[in-house]
């Protein structure tokens, strides 16, 4: 499986998978490097480090500057212009984290029928040997026998690849949130776990939902809008950063682009674009509460600023 990487394999990821799955990035054959032995090893698997977390983030902590960070602080997309990456950042593993997901910790899946408890590791989320997804995202993250494809070029859109071999600059570039796009089927990623959110309830007119709906348009109801087209195909006034008529303001919240067949045409700001996860949390986390995109729950100018971009009340 793993070790026949042949020519015809569409490997999807864009690092740590077919000819970039360097296995001394993560494993030591004897526990022992240039006749120093690896402290406090060997470790299961031989690994490099006695737990999967630790593993990752030995790269991924913003230590090795051309591994995207993805554990707080994070200051490497500080000269791009969204300045943070596409998923976000974790806090510290082992503790309880309410800006999003926490690692390390056995907790309940919030959202989900079954309530299962879990330790959440990288490898829950992401295939460690690469996959055909999107940034090697499991196929099945709950475990359950689902194959969930969330394929680049298919379903999300990136412009800039990483560089192989790996770049402070080319990461940056292909890391940061305004490289990607999105299409298709990422809710539904998110709601193998969180299933109770895995479709919408819906309600009696006027009113069309009872939870926040996901993959809906924004001109889904024309006639009895809930939302306000015309202010997000705009991009401007209350809601969007750089409005000068009120106080609040932040970059547009990403969406999904359902016509969209590439880079350019999965960025482009219209009515027929559908609300998801995305629009409102990040995938790792970010320093709001709930992994939320804005301070929500926090209060302050910009409480509402994702909500009225789409609603404008
Ligand atoms: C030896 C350092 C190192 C270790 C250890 C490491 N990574 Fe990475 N990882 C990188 C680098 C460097 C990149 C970016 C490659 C580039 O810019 O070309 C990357 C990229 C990634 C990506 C993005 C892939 C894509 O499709 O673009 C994911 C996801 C990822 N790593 C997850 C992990 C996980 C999970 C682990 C632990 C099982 C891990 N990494 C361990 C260095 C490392
Ligand atoms: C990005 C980190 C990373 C890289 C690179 C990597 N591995 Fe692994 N490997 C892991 C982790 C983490 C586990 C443990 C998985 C688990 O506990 O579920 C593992 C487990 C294994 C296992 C035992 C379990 C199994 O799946 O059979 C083998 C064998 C293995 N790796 C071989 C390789 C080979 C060969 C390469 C290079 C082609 C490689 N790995 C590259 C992270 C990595
Ligand atoms: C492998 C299962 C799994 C997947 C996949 C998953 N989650 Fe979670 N999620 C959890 C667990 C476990 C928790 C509870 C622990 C915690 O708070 O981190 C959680 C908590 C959350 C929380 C609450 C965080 C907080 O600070 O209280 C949010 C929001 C969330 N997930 C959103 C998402 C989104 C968005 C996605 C898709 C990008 C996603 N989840 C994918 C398992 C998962
Ligand atoms: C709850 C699921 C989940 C967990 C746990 C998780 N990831 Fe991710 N990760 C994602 C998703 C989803 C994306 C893609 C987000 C997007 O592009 O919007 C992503 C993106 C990434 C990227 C691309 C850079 C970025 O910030 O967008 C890297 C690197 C990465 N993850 C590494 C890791 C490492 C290392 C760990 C463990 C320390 C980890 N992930 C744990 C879901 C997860
Ligand atoms: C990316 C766009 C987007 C964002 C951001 C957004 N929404 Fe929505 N919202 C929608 C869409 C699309 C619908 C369904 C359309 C409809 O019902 O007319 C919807 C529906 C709703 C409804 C239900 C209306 C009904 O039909 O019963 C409420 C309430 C709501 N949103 C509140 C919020 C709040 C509060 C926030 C901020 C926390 C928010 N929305 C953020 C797009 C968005
Ligand atoms: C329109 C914005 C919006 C969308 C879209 C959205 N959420 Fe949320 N979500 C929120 C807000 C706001 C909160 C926290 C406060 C609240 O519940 O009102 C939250 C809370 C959560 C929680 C924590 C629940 C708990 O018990 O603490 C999870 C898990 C979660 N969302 C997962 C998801 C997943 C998975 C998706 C996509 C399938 C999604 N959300 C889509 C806005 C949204």
């Given at each position: 499986?793993?070790?026949?990487?042949?020519?015809?394999?569409?490997?999807?990821?864009?690092?740590?998978?077919?000819?970039?799955?360097?296995?001394?990035?993560?494993?030591?054959?004897?526990?022992?490097?240039?006749?120093?032995?690896?402290?406090?090893?060997?470790y299961?698997?031989?690994?490099?480090?006695?737990?999967?977390?630790?593993?990752?983030?030995?790269?991924h902590d913003g230590?090795n500057?051309?591994?995207?960070?993805?554990?707080a602080?994070?200051?490497?997309?500080?000269?791009?212009?969204?300045?943070?990456?596409?998923?976000?950042?974790?806090?510290t593993?082992?503790?309880?984290?309410?800006?999003?997901?926490t690692?390390?910790?056995?907790?309940?899946?919030?959202?989900?029928?079954?309530?299962?408890?879990?330790?959440?590791?990288?490898a829950?989320?992401?295939?460690?040997?690469?996959?055909?997804?999107?940034?090697?995202?499991?196929?099945?993250?709950?475990?359950?026998?689902?194959?969930?494809?969330?394929?680049e070029?298919?379903?999300?859109?990136?412009?800039?690849?990483?560089a192989?071999?790996?770049?402070?600059?080319?990461?940056?570039?292909?890391?940061?949130?305004?490289?990607?796009?999105?299409?298709?089927?990422?809710?539904?990623?998110?709601?193998?776990?969180?299933?109770?959110?895995?479709?919408?309830?819906?309600?009696?007119?006027?009113?069309?939902?009872?939870?926040?709906?996901?993959?809906?348009?924004?001109?889904?109801?024309?006639g009895?809008?809930?939302?306000?087209?015309?202010?997000?195909?705009?991009?401007?006034?209350?809601?969007?950063?750089?409005?000068?008529?009120?106080?609040?303001?932040?970059?547009?919240?990403?969406?999904?682009?359902?016509?969209?067949s590439d880079?350019?045409?999965?960025?482009?700001?219209?009515?027929?674009?559908?609300v998801?996860?995305?629009?409102?949390h990040?995938a790792?986390?970010?320093?709001?509460?709930?992994?939320?995109?804005?301070?929500?729950?926090?209060?302050?100018?910009?409480?509402?600023?994702?909500?009225?971009?789409?609603?404008?009340?």
């Open positions: 499986m793993i070790f026949v990487f042949s020519s015809s394999t569409v490997w999807g990821g864009q690092w740590h998978i077919g000819a970039s799955l360097d296995c001394d990035d993560c494993h030591l054959q004897h526990a022992s490097k240039q006749g120093q032995s690896l402290p406090g090893g060997p299961t698997y031989l690994l490099l480090k006695d737990n999967i977390n630790a593993l990752c983030l030995s790269c230590t500057a051309t591994a995207p960070d993805v554990q602080p994070v200051d490497m997309y500080s000269s791009t212009s969204s300045q943070e990456s596409a998923a976000g950042y974790f806090e593993v082992g503790i309880d984290n309410p800006h999003g997901h690692l390390g910790v056995n907790m309940l899946v919030p959202l989900q029928n079954e309530g299962n408890s879990i330790t959440l590791t990288c829950n989320c992401h295939a460690v040997h690469g996959n055909s997804n999107y940034r090697n995202l499991r196929y099945d993250p709950a475990g359950v026998g689902a194959t969930i494809t969330l394929e070029g298919l379903d999300v859109f990136t412009q800039n690849n990483p192989n071999p790996p770049t402070v600059s080319g990461s940056i570039q292909a890391y940061e949130r305004d490289n990607v796009g999105y299409k298709n089927d990422f809710s539904q990623w998110c709601a193998s776990c969180h299933n109770q959110l895995a479709t919408n309830s819906s309600s009696t007119p006027p009113a069309h939902f009872n939870a926040h709906p996901n993959n809906v348009a924004i001109n889904e109801y024309a009895s809008y809930h939302t306000d087209p015309t202010h997000w195909v705009l991009g401007t006034g209350e809601g969007f950063a750089g409005d000068t008529s009120s106080t609040m303001g932040i970059p547009r919240v990403p969406f999904l682009a359902p016509t969209a880079y350019t045409t999965s960025k482009i700001a219209q009515s027929s674009n559908e998801f996860c995305g629009s409102c990040k790792h986390g970010k320093d709001n509460k709930k992994s939320l995109l804005w301070p929500y729950l926090e209060g302050g100018n910009d409480y509402i600023a994702g909500c009225q971009q789409c609603h404008y009340k």
